[in-house]
Structure formats: structure tokens, C-alpha cells
């Protein structure tokens, strides 16, 4: 193993495999009963569709498997990441939930401390069917203010300002 991937590993607090589908995965506080969001084409050219405490990011890929890794702390930029998206996410139950539309009610919980996140959502294809996707989690003292794309693959053509509310599906 090589240093750089030693200093991945250990920074890594959960991990877990998700099934990905209709080109979405969920993150989402544990206290949503619903977290379907009802995308318009302005959220699937931006790479994301959120409410309060829910978002539901796109995938690259319209189906597949992604190797989910969760951090708690600041985004660290790494090459392989194709997209990278920034939105503000709080988690009042202690909970969050990670996975697929077609694992409900199967669930991936992490438990962390209740209060306002940055959450970054880091992804690249690894495969013909699978994606790595990075989830990092950065405690603030006050609610984030605005979702930020930090890195735009070829398929997303993001509106200006961003769409930052969405209806329940």
C-alpha cells in the first residue's frame, strides 16, 4: 500500500457498497420519512436535486454499484474525482442514510454528531458498472449557504444561480 493510500484509508469512517439506480443515490437525516426528491431537468444538469436534510445526487452512471466511502472532515481534491458537488446538508437525528432508490428500506447508517455539514460528494467511474463515490463530511458552526460544483464532468451543464429547493417525488 502506498503512503497516499494508507493516508486515504485511515481517514475513511464508514464504507459500504450502495446499488445505484435511474441515475441517483440518497443522503439523507434518518428523520425523513420520504426522501424522493422530484428532479426537473435544471437538477439533472446541475448533478443534484436537495430539501432540508436530504439530498439526492446524480450518478454518471444510469445503473451500477458504487464503493461508498465516508469521511468525516474537509474535502481533499484527489485527480481521479470527475465530479465533485458541494451542497449544505443537517443532521438533527444523530443519522444519516446512504443508498440507493431501490435499497429503501434496506439502509446504510452513519452516525455522527447532530449540527450543519458541508457535504462533498466526490465521484469517478471504476468500471463499466461502477462508480467510487466519496461522501465527506465537514461539521460548521452555521448552515452553508449555497451549493457550489467544484468539479463538472461533460454531463452536467449547471444553471446559474443554482436550483437549491426541489419538490417531494
Known amino acids: 500500500m502506498t503512503q497516499k493510500e494508507q493516508m486515504v484509508s485511515e481517514s475513511i469512517f464508514y464504507s459500504a457498497e450502495i446499488y445505484f439506480s435511474y441515475s441517483q443515490f440518497q443522503v439523507f437525516d434518518s428523520s425523513v420519512s420520504l426522501p424522493g426528491c422530484a428532479w426537473t431537468d435544471e437538477h439533472y444538469r446541475q448533478g443534484f436535486a436537495r430539501r432540508e436534510?436530504?439530498?439526492s445526487f446524480g450518478t454518471m452512471l444510469e445503473f451500477g454499484h458504487g464503493d461508498v466511502a465516508v469521511h468525516l472532515?474537509?474535502?481533499k481534491p484527489e485527480d481521479e474525482h470527475e465530479r465533485v458537488?458541494?451542497?449544505p446538508i443537517e443532521v438533527s437525528s444523530g443519522e444519516v442514510v446512504i443508498g440507493g432508490p431501490?435499497?429503501?428500506p434496506n439502509k446504510h447508517i452513519v452516525k455522527m454528531r447532530k449540527g450543519h455539514y458541508r457535504l462533498?460528494?466526490?465521484q469517478s467511474v471504476t468500471g463499466d458498472d461502477r462508480e467510487a463515490i466519496?461522501?465527506?463530511f465537514e461539521e460548521l458552526t452555521e448552515p452553508l449557504a449555497a451549493?457550489?460544483?467544484i468539479v463538472a464532468d461533460d454531463a452536467l451543464h449547471?444553471?446559474?444561480p443554482l436550483i437549491e429547493g426541489v419538490d417531494m417525488a
Open 134 to 136: 466519496d461522501l465527506y
Open 53 to 55: 436534510p436530504n439530498v
Open 85 to 87: 458537488i458541494e451542497v
Open 73 to 75: 472532515g474537509p474535502y
Open 120 to 122: 462533498v460528494a466526490a
Open 158 to 160: 449547471p444553471p446559474s
Open 102 to 104: 431501490e435499497e429503501y
Open 147 to 149: 451549493s457550489r460544483i
